[in-house]
């Protein structure tokens, strides 16, 4: 299968800093997306970017599928943007269609 | 609308034990898949339902099995629980293989003792 590797694995911000995740994948993907896990363990869809860029809000996200790496920004960080920050892809060559690979995630920490 | 639903929420077990987790979705996918997340670690994978009417294993499948019992519904059982089985489970869902967004419940966290 795809290998992800995101980095960095963890990050400690101040309230109204900017950061950059980044997620490197080892071959081509069809399919790639930023997943938000809160402190209550809920996983929440950030991006479905599987080439190109995409904003929402503080939040942006650029794919860059011929290089295989995926950037996740986030500007003027909140407390609430803490949690793990995860990266899966979808291997379109795989036996099992639809499955996600994901990375080990970015622990982001926002202080006040 | 309340996309993918797990029950229950957490759960602790003796090792030996079995339970069923239940996962059904409202949104007219036709594949679902259940994955485990250990500390430090991604999602893994452990069954999937492509369509309605087949399962397949996946990366992490011995001593689950599983059940498409409908479309909106795809259950995960545990028929002899053991403390390796400790983990956070996640139901998801995709309309459609290749090119589609998934969508996650919000976990069971199970406890083996």
């Known amino acids: 299968g795809i290998q992800v590797e995101q980095s960095p694995p963890d990050l400690i911000l101040q309230e109204g800093a900017n950061s950059t995740l980044r997620c490197n994948f080892s071959?081509?993907?069809?399919?790639l997306q930023w997943f938000h896990q809160n402190p209550w363990g809920q996983l929440i869809n950030l991006f479905y970017?599987?080439?190109g860029t995409k904003q929402n809000g503080r939040l942006s996200a650029t794919t860059v599928a011929t290089e295989r790496y995926s950037l996740l920004y986030i500007s003027s960080s909140q407390t609430t943007d803490s949690g793990v920050y995860f990266c899966?892809?979808?291997?379109?060559?795989?036996?099992?269609?639809?499955?996600?690979?994901f990375g080990r995630g970015t622990q982001l920490t926002v202080w006040p | 609308n309340a996309g993918v639903t797990q029950t229950p929420k957490f759960q602790v077990l003796k090792t030996g034990q079995s339970m069923t987790l239940q996962c059904a979705q409202d949104?007219?996918?036709?594949?679902m898949y259940w994955y485990r997340q250990d500390p430090g670690m991604g999602l893994r994978l452990i069954y999937y339902?492509?369509?309605?009417?087949?399962?397949d294993k996946g990366e992490v499948p011995n001593g689950y099995n599983v059940s498409r019992l409908n479309k909106r519904e795809f259950s995960l059982r545990l028929e002899s629980a053991a403390p390796s089985q400790t983990s956070v489970y996640f139901c998801?869902?995709?309309?459609?293989?290749?090119?589609?967004?998934?969508?996650f419940g919000q976990g069971t966290r199970l406890t083996v003792v």
């Open positions: 949104m007219n996918h036709n594949s």
């Open positions: 970017i599987p080439s």
């Open positions: 998801a869902s995709v309309l459609a293989v290749m090119n589609t967004e998934a969508f």
């Open positions: 071959d081509s993907v069809n399919n």
């Open positions: 899966a892809v979808e291997d379109w060559r795989g036996s099992t269609l639809g499955r996600l690979y």
């Open positions: 339902s492509a369509s309605e009417g087949t399962t």
